[in-house]
């Protein structure tokens, strides 16, 4: 008798069946907890981003950082 070569019961990525109800409940809510943070990061890391453009296009802030640049020589 020839037995398979796999019997492993193990529903990792690329097994070919789903999980059964009882083994991860929360796989599909785990995704998009996932992308939830990285839309979350990625806004937050652009708010920054825009905020130190907006410092920097003022030219009176340019100047208070220089002087106090200046200030600690």
């Known amino acids: 008798m020839s037995t398979p070569a796999s019997t492993s019961t193990h529903a990792g990525p690329g097994s070919g069946r789903r ?20 839309i979350a990061m990625t806004v937050a890391i652009a708010a920054v981003l825009l905020g130190v453009f907006s410092l920097y296009a003022q030219p ?5 950082l ?3 640049l ?4």
């Open 70 to 73: 200046w200030a600690c020589f």
């Open 19 to 38: 999980p059964d109800a009882g083994e991860s409940p929360s796989a599909g809510r785990r995704t998009g907890v996932r992308l939830a943070a990285a």
């Open 66 to 68: 220089a002087d106090q």
């Open 60 to 64: 009176d802030f340019l100047v208070t």
